[in-house]
């Protein structure tokens, strides 16, 4: 079966979510993983443990959505996913570098977590989510509607929603990516 091309992008933005954590993690132990540039910004594990605890709740979302969706035969021919305002201003807001600083909700704030379990945790993650897009490949992108799990009143088309999750994924592997650079340069 021919992916639509929204899904097949989808799932080639988790594809360069795992090869960016995997290139962001490479070479460097626990403590730069775990060194803050500064005490109000994250350090790289902090950004990957956020990404975890945050993909926890999207795949639930999306999975919510999607067998609601096949549930209810809202089949559609993968076309590309018309963005109300408010989901075009909130993706805009998360793609990288941020343009203005955000803070995570407290539930999504990493606070204990095991560094060894980090990465292979996210690159599962990212196939749950890569599963997720195949499962979505039917489905109507722009009538499946998502439950915006952090605020229950907002509510984005599937296609929108991927986006996002794909967006703030991209936002917190810069982040780790900058980290990285600034450890790499007082070295």
């Known amino acids: 079966m021919t992916l639509p091309q929204e899904i ?16 962001v993690f490479d070479g460097l132990g626990a403590i ?4 803050r540039p500064s005490p ?9 443990a956020h990404l975890n605890l945050t993909a926890r709740v999207q795949i639930d979302a999306l999975k919510s959505a999607i067998e609601k969706g096949l549930a209810q035969n ?19 807001m998360t793609e990288p570098p941020p343009k203005k600083k955000q803070k995570a909700p407290k539930r999504l704030v990493p606070i204990e977590f095991t560094l060894q379990g980090l990465l292979p945790e996210f690159l599962k993650l990212q196939d ?16 499946v509607k998502v439950v915006f799990p952090f605020f ?10 991927f986006h996002l999750v794909a967006a703030h994924q991209r936002r917190h592997l ?14």
């Open 8 to 23: 097949a992008r989808t799932i080639g933005d988790f594809e360069k979510a795992k090869a960016s954590a995997r290139s």
């Open 32 to 35: 730069e993983l775990t060194q």
């Open 40 to 48: 109000t910004q994250w350090s790289i594990a902090e950004c990957l």
């Open 74 to 92: 809202v089949l559609g021919g993968g076309e590309k996913p018309r963005y109300n305002w408010v989901s075009r201003k909130i993706i805009a």
């Open 128 to 143: 749950e989510l890569i599963a997720c897009a195949h499962r979505a490949a039917p489905l109507d992108l722009v009538r």
């Open 152 to 161: 229950r009143l907002l509510r984005f088309n599937l296609g929108a929603y």
């Open 174 to 187: 810069w982040q780790a990516e900058q980290v990285k650079r600034e450890l790499v340069k007082a070295a």
